[in-house]
């Protein structure tokens, strides 16, 4: 079965460079999450879109952005780098339904390291 | 705001004896409850959800986990543990908004099997 595909699996950016994560979520999902972890930590919810609109943020810096295309395929674009950028980005994707079985599928996610 | 709490950073087990790791969540109304593994490296593979229904739930690689209201506890347990069952294991709360979940995570059980 197709899963979430994320590219590039590593990335390696000096500081205040900038960098684009891409997503390709599971073919019909309509959902795209992104998730920041950090060495040691537990994933953080960034933003997610539902239909190519953003449908919730969480503690994103404004110095990333992220949209999701017609395709559905999302981009999380970050500029000027920090040190404290690096980590593992999940992106998930789901369908969302009005019934209470649904779930997000996480791709493999992208490790970002910053020097 | 959703919180969710696993208070055992490390736990270490033998092979063939059982597991149980601890989730505590708080969240204002009937929560959807989710666990997930990460090997070293790896993404987020689901290992079983509660939404709603029996509050025993079974999961893929021999893992069920139950559903406390009255404990505000979804607590993970495998009855004999495998070497490959070593892994970090995430309990996560989900938020339903209009479209899809943004999970919030726990801090993250780290198991370590002994032979």
């Known amino acids: 079965a197709a899963g979430v595909i994320q590219s590039p699996r590593h990335l390696i950016k000096e500081k205040r460079e900038t960098a684009t994560l891409k997503c390709y979520p599971i073919?019909?999902?309509?959902?795209v999450y992104w998730y920041q972890q950090g060495p040691g930590q537990d994933p953080q919810f960034l933003i997610s879109f539902y239909e190519k609109m953003q449908s919730d943020k969480g503690s994103i810096p404004d110095r990333f952005s992220a949209q999701q295309f017609s395709d559905y395929h999302s981009e999380l674009n970050m500029s000027s780098l920090e040190l404290g950028d690096s980590a593992l980005y999940f992106c998930?994707?789901?369908?969302?339904?009005?019934?209470?079985?649904?779930?997000?599928?996480f791709g493999q996610g992208t490790r970002l390291t910053v020097v | 705001a959703q919180s969710v709490t696993q208070p055992d950073i490390h736990i270490t087990v033998s092979e063939g004896a059982s597991l149980e790791l601890r989730c505590n969540y708080s969240y204002g109304a009937t929560p959807y409850l989710f666990w997930y593994v990460q090997s070293p490296g790896q993404g987020l593979q689901l290992l079983l959800k509660y939404f709603s229904g029996d509050t025993l739930v079974q999961g893929i690689k021999g893992f069920e986990a139950e559903f406390k209201r009255s404990q505000s506890s979804f607590n993970l347990r495998k009855p004999s543990v495998h070497w490959s069952d070593a892994a970090e294991y995430f309990c996560?709360?989900?938020?339903?908004?209009?479209?899809?979940?943004?999970?919030?995570f726990g801090g993250g059980t780290r198991v370590l099997v002994k032979p």
């Open positions: 996560a709360v989900g938020e339903v908004k209009a479209a899809g979940n943004k999970l919030t």
């Open positions: 073919p019909r999902h309509d959902t």
């Open positions: 998930a994707s789901s369908f969302w339904t009005p019934l209470e079985d649904t779930e997000a599928f």
